[in-house]
């Protein structure tokens, strides 16, 4: 569980400094030079293979003109949570990036799954964090507590640990490719 939140954590911060050398128009090159950082470091950095020193946060800080606790700030504030549902944009940057995740020693699976209403789908498989992407239909997500409506076009990553059902709308269907991902340790 603890592997779990750094991964979190170091994509966050990965994610945050690239979002904002990105919105500057900044390329790593020119990110390395002000900040006295290799061009290399900041790429691991980015892409999750390294946590960056306190110093080399600071230089990359100050290199990009923000404060160090704009880099970590959703960090700090991040709450965890089993789910993460990105709804679709009709409008906006076709190339966006909608979802990234690092991946250890391990496998994916990748399946297609039709739903004909009254059926439901729960994992066979207890643990497995997914990532859910709904190609056709609408139709809502439970966990626990927690309900939530999917349509075409969504995006929704399940933590494992929590077991959750997908149902299509009454009459309806649910269309869908779930990728399910597994540690090698497991």
């Known amino acids: 569980m603890a592997e779990l939140f750094k991964d979190q954590a170091l994509s966050q911060v990965g994610r945050r400094i690239k979002e904002i050398r990105r919105g ?3 390329n790593l090159q020119e990110l390395a030079e002000k900040s006295h950082v290799t061009a290399g470091l900041i790429s691991k950095i980015e892409n999750f293979r390294t946590i960056p020193s306190l ?3 600071l230089n990359i800080a100050r290199a990009l003109e923000v404060e160090m606790a704009d880099l970590v700030s959703e960090v700090s504030n991040s709450q965890e949570t089993p789910f993460q549902h990105i709804p679709y944009e009709k409008e ?3 190339g966006a990036l909608l979802w990234e995740r690092s991946l250890r020693a391990g496998f994916a699976r990748a399946k297609r ?3 004909m209403s009254p ?3 729960r994992p066979a498989k207890k643990d497995l964090d997914c990532l859910i992407c709904f190609s056709e239909g609408a139709g809502e997500m439970e966990m626990e507590d927690s309900q939530v409506k999917v349509e075409k076009g969504d995006l929704l990553y399940m933590r494992g640990e929590h ?3 997908l149902k299509p709308q009454p009459d309806g269907s649910l269309k869908f490719f779930l990728i399910s991902f597994q540690p090698a340790d497991q």
Do not use: T
Request: glycine letters at 6%; a positive charge; aromatic letters at 12%.
């Open 24 to 26: 500057k128009r900044m």
């Open 55 to 57: 110093p080399v946060l």
């Open 92 to 94: 906006g940057d076709a």
């Open 113 to 115: 799954i039709h739903l």
């Open 119 to 121: 059926a439901i789908y």
């Open 163 to 165: 077991p959750f059902l």
